[in-house]
Nanobody, 127 residues
Framework: QVQLVESGGGLVQAGGSLRLSCVDS????????MGWFRQPPGKEREFVAA????????YYADSVKGRFSVSRDNAKSTVYLEMNSLKPGDTAVYYC????????????????????WGQGTQVTISS
């Protein structure tokens, strides 16, 4: 059973960086495609980034392309979201999500594609 726990959120100034982590304690992490989503205050949840099972394929929302980077370490059952040049508009609760088992190379960008979710971690960017 997939169990996802995010960490690394916090309060940073605009222009700063954060790295979010999401650990799966379920034991079959390498079989799952992973995604990051966020929910800004008062808005719908939105896609941020996705990564395939072995990390060869990644995909980003236009709003974060060039600033955020998703990666994974299957040996540690962990997916990361490196966030640079942060803006106040990046303020949100960030969630990781898993879908699987999947074929190698697949990634997903709709929240309805994912069956497992973490509890979220708050990221707040001050201006």
């Amino acid at each position: 059973q997939v169990q996802l726990v995010e960490s690394g959120g916090g309060l940073v100034q605009a222009g700063g960086s954060l790295r979010l982590s999401c650990v799966d304690s379920g034991g079959t992490f390498s079989m799952y495609a992973m995604g990051w989503f966020r929910q800004p205050p008062g808005k719908e949840r939105e896609f941020v980034a996705a990564i395939s099972r072995v990390g060869r394929r990644t995909y980003y929302a236009d709003s974060v392309k060039g600033r955020f980077s998703v990666s994974r370490d299957n040996a540690k059952s962990t997916v990361y979201l490196e966030m640079n040049s942060l803006k106040p508009g990046d303020t949100a609760v960030y969630y990781c999500a898993a879908r699987g088992p999947t074929v190698t190379g697949a990634f997903y960008i709709r929240d309805s594609d994912y069956g497992y979710w973490g509890q979220g971690t708050q990221v707040t960017i001050s201006s």
